[in-house]
C-alpha cells in the first residue's frame, strides 16, 4: 500500500497525542497492558474520543471472556500476541473493510460467550460521552481534583464541575 503511514506510541497517553494530531488515522492496534491503559480503559478512551477510528486489541489474553469484553467496549477485532503475520494482514484487512475480525480459533468460543448486560450498558454510557467529558472523567478516575482538572485542561474550575454534572 503506497500511502500507508505507521505510527507508534509507548503509551496510551502517546496514542491519545497521535489521534489528537493526525486527523487521518484509520486504524489503531492497541496493546491491552501498555503503559497507562489499564485493561479496558485505553479502549474506552479511544471509543470515546475518536469514535470514528477502528481499534484493533492486542494481547497475549486469549481468553474468550476478555475477548467478548473487548468487542463489547468497541473493538473492531481481536488479535492474540501469538498471531503470525497472515492473521495480522487478514485482521487489517477485515477491519479496515468495515468488518468485525477475530482469528478462526476464537470465533466459536467467544460466540458462546455471554455479553455481560453491565459490560454492554457501561460501554453505550462512556460512549455517550463527549471527548471533553471523557477527559475529565479520566482525570477524576486518576485522582485529580477539580482545580487540577481545570489546569490540565485550561478551563474554568466551573466548566469541569458542569462537565461531572453532565456525566454522572
Request: glycine content about 6%; some cysteine.
Amino acid at each position: 500500500v503506497a500511502d500507508l503511514v505507521v505510527l507508534e506510541a509507548d503509551s496510551l497517553d502517546g496514542v491519545l497525542s497521535i489521534l489528537e494530531s493526525e486527523a487521518d488515522i484509520d486504524l489503531v492496534l492497541l496493546d491491552l497492558h501498555m503503559p497507562g491503559n489499564h485493561g479496558l480503559a485505553g479502549l474506552a478512551a479511544i471509543r470515546a474520543q475518536h469514535p470514528g477510528v477502528a481499534v484493533v486489541v492486542v494481547s497475549a489474553n486469549d481468553d474468550p471472556r476478555v475477548v467478548r469484553r473487548a468487542l463489547d467496549h468497541g473493538a473492531a477485532g481481536y488479535l492474540p500476541k501469538s498471531s503470525g503475520l497472515d492473521e495480522l494482514r487478514d485482521a487489517i484487512r477485515a477491519v479496515l473493510a468495515c468488518e468485525q475480525w477475530l482469528p478462526a480459533t476464537l470465533r466459536s468460543a467467544v460466540a458462546r460467550t455471554e455479553s455481560s448486560s453491565s459490560d454492554a450498558d457501561l460501554a453505550a454510557r462512556l460512549a455517550s460521552l463527549s471527548p471533553q467529558q471523557f477527559r475529565v472523567l479520566t482525570f477524576v478516575a486518576q485522582g485529580l481534583l477539580n482545580k487540577q482538572i481545570a489546569d490540565r485542561l485550561d478551563v474554568q474550575e466551573r466548566t469541569v464541575k458542569a462537565h461531572l454534572s453532565a456525566i454522572f
